[in-house]
């Protein structure tokens, strides 16, 4: 389902100045034996990271040059990867006057695998996203966008961003336009999630577990549906979600009990980056408390969208989340909102 000719021209005007640098395009071998057939208008590079890793990025130009926005990079979660952006929201953005950028974290899609037996931390997956924002984006501070754990390496982002000319350091992630979490593990981890599970649905938290750290999605059509999409979602889509997801994930994304060990993130030194924290009725992973503690940790109010389940950017109603994210875009992008 496309978006519509109206949504697509949005007035997001803006005297935001943008300066992007050419990614390189490598050629890499398939990673994945289900690779994912890009759309028209979409290109697969390969960002080479300090470590000589490649990290895969699928880009979306906008059609439009008229209007001057910020970037969009988004970012996924655990069994996820470049792909599950450029289903329907690259097109969308792109569409809508927004150069878009979908990154595999590394052990992630078409991305190199790192050495160990997880694919990172919060630490290096911030610092890749940095390196890329930093190599190819120039002078343009994007909009950063997390889903699920890649929400909360978005969080670990804005807590590591500096001001260089005051503080005088070279190694500060650069600044944003913008941060966006879309149904975000909170800054406090999933352990609060799974406990709230545990004493008021304890089959739901079975079926999550088993789901998810049993991998049992990645069998179950039915189970891999109740986790991430909505009831109204066929099977023949639900089973080719599935496959995708089954494939992105070579690695762990992170050592989860290292991870929570290390939580809560930290606040935002300054708190000049502007924050929308969206979250959906229907997410069975997500609860709505989760959901209001992301909200109270960066002081926004958090918006909950009905009929859309935790995979917002993939579901049968996936325009939903786009258009409340366009419209905070728009708003965002307005003369005097971001500094030239």
């Known amino acids: 389902m ?34 994912y057939e890009l759309k028209k208008g979409q290109n697969r590079l390969f960002h080479k990271l300090p470590s000589g890793l490649k990290m895969e990025v699928i880009e979306q130009r906008k059609s439009k ?8 990079v988004f970012v996924h979660g655990s069994y996820h ?4 952006w450029a289903e329907h929201w690259l097109p969308f953005f792109s569409s809508s006057g927004f150069d878009s ?24 997956h911030a610092s890749d996203i940095a390196d890329f924002i930093e190599s190819n984006l120039g002078s ?32 500060a992630f650069p600044e944003l ?8 593990v909170p800054p406090s981890g999933n352990s609060g999630l799974v406990l709230r599970y545990l004493f008021s649905k304890p089959v739901a938290a079975f079926k999550v577990t088993l789901s998810l750290a049993a991998k049992g999605f990645q069998k179950s059509i039915p189970l891999c549906r109740e986790t991430f999409f909505s009831q109204a ?7 080719r979600y599935q496959d995708l997801m089954s494939e992105s994930s070579r690695m762990p994304l992170f050592d989860l009990r290292k991870l929570n060990a290390s939580l809560p993130v930290p606040k935002p030194m300054e708190n000049s980056t502007k924050v929308l924290v969206l979250g959906a009725k229907d997410d069975f992973i997500v609860d709505d408390e ?24 993939l579901d049968c109603s996936w325009e939903k989340g786009a258009e409340v994210l366009l419209n905070w875009l728009c708003d965002l992008s307005k003369p005097g909102t971001l500094s030239a």
């Open 65 to 72: 040059s008229e209007r001057e926005n910020p970037p969009l």
């Open 140 to 171: 343009s501070p994007p909009v950063l966008i997390g889903h699920s754990f890649g929400g909360l390496i978005v969080q670990y982002y804005l807590a590591n961003i500096v001001n260089k000319q005051s503080l005088g350091t070279e190694n």
């Open 2 to 35: 496309m978006a519509s000719s109206s949504l697509a021209s949005f007035p997001c005007l803006s005297s935001f100045k943008m300066t992007i640098k050419p990614i390189a395009a490598l050629t890499n071998s398939p990673r994945t034996t289900i690779p």
């Open 290 to 313: 989760g959901l209001k503690e992301t909200g109270r940790f960066y002081e926004v109010e958090p918006v909950c969208i009905k009929g859309v389940a935790h995979d917002m950017m």
């Open 177 to 184: 336009s913008g941060a966006v979490m879309v149904c975000s």
């Open 233 to 239: 979602m066929d099977d023949q889509l639900v089973k």
């Open 81 to 84: 990867a470049a792909w599950c």
């Open 101 to 124: 950028y979908a990154v595999s974290l590394l052990g992630q899609g078409e991305s190199d695998e790192p050495l160990g037996t997880v694919a990172g931390t919060l630490q290096t």
